[in-house]
């Protein structure tokens, strides 16, 4: 099955600097990977998304990386602001049809002004 | 809106008590899932779904069963309650697979066992 492994757990940066989280995959017929970002006390959601056939996604302030041959993707934020600040959990899909959704460990996410 | 409904909010349930946790959606989703969440343990897939009276195991099965009898609603079945099964659950509901779309949440279940 599907492993999915996230660095770091905890991540405090200044506001305004850049925040840089990984993953990595095992199932090498996954072909769609996505992050969703957890407020404090509310359900995770999507935030951004990539797919295997690209290799970088931007969307505002937050970018998707996949290097499919390594096997790993990362979140790239950038001029944080506090509001960034939450658990993010990257995700992969695996199993014959790529049915199955599994989530990395997340990462805590904090902002500091 | 997409509608990921979970039946509670906050249960509390005593040992060896059988537990259901329900969740509906309201998408026409064929696919969905059952996590727990746990500090520092993150998401953890319990059982899928992709399609009715169709499950399969996700990574920490033991304890729990679940039912799809319609396309909509998904059952989380704790057959004997535990207190090491205390912890939040979360419903999710898309279209994973071929056309791989997002997840959406339901609004989470935190169940106590005392």
């Known amino acids: 099955g599907e492993n999915v492994e996230q660095h770091p757990s905890t991540l405090s940066v200044q506001e305004g600097d850049s925040a840089v989280i990984k993953c990595t995959y095992s199932?090498?017929?996954?072909?769609?990977f996505p992050w969703y970002k957890q407020e404090l006390g509310k359900r995770p959601q999507l935030i951004i998304d990539?797919?295997?056939?690209?290799g970088e996604k931007k969307d505002q302030r937050i970018a998707v990386t996949l290097n499919k041959t390594a096997k790993h993707f990362s979140l790239h934020i950038t001029e944080t602001q506090p509001e960034d600040s939450a658990v993010y959990f990257c995700?992969?899909?695996?199993?014959?049809?790529?049915?199955?959704?599994?989530f990395g460990t997340g990462t805590r996410l904090t902002i500091i002004p | 809106d997409v509608k990921v409904t979970q039946s509670s909010r906050y249960l509390v349930k005593r040992t060896g008590e059988k537990v259901f946790l329900e969740c509906v959606q309201d998408?026409?989703?064929?696919?969905m899932f059952w996590y727990r969440q746990d500090p520092g343990l993150g998401l953890r897939l319990i059982y899928f779904?992709?399609?009715?009276?169709?499950?399969e195991k996700g990574d920490i099965p033991e304890g729990y069963s679940v039912s799809r009898e319609k396309k909509e609603r998904f059952s989380l079945i704790l057959e004997s309650a535990s207190t090491n099964q205390t912890s939040m659950y979360l419903c999710?509901?898309?279209?994973?697979?071929?056309?791989?779309?997002?997840?959406?949440f339901g609004q989470g279940t935190r169940l106590t066992v005392v």
């Open positions: 999710a509901s898309g279209r994973v697979g071929i056309m791989n779309t997002e997840a959406f």
């Open positions: 199932d090498s017929a996954s072909n769609y």
């Open positions: 990539i797919r295997s056939n690209v």
């Open positions: 995700a992969a899909p695996s199993n014959f049809g790529n049915e199955k959704l599994t």
């Open positions: 998408m026409d989703h064929e696919n």
């Open positions: 779904s992709y399609d009715v009276k169709m499950k």
